[in-house]
């Protein structure tokens, strides 16, 4: 049975951090890209930014860019999701999702989901 596992979501300030964490089981983890996307209140869940499963290619969405860094372990089953810079625009339910093989940069294409994390971040 395949478990993804997010962790390390809360409330900061305007600017601060918080790094997000997505423990895999059930899976060779080695042979999934992986992928964090956001929901807000009310609107779609939507892309963040996704890992190919050799670590080899990484994506981020326009709103993300030069603020959040993903990456993962392997040796973990882990992918994080390194926030920076965080605007209240960036409240949301973060989810990890896994994709076997090939990278993906729409939730369509995910197999696996985690069950969020909550990220307030407050002005």
């Known amino acids: 049975q395949v478990q993804l596992v997010e962790s390390g979501g809360g409330l900061v300030q305007a600017g601060g951090s918080l790094r997000l964490s997505c423990a895999a089981s059930?899976?060779?983890?080695?042979?999934?890209?992986m992928g964090w996307f956001r929901q807000a209140p009310g609107k779609e869940r939507e892309f963040v930014g996704a890992i190919s499963w050799r670590g080899s290619r990484i994506s981020y969405a326009d709103s993300v860019k030069g603020r959040f860094t993903i990456s993962r372990d392997d040796a973990k089953n882990t992918v994080y999701l390194q926030m920076n810079s965080l605007k209240p625009g960036d409240t949301a339910v973060y989810y990890c999702a896994a994709k076997k093989l090939s990278y993906g940069l729409t939730k369509l294409e995910y197999d696996y989901w985690g069950q969020g994390t909550q990220v307030t971040v407050s002005s």
């Open positions: 059930g899976l060779t983890f080695s042979t999934y890209s």
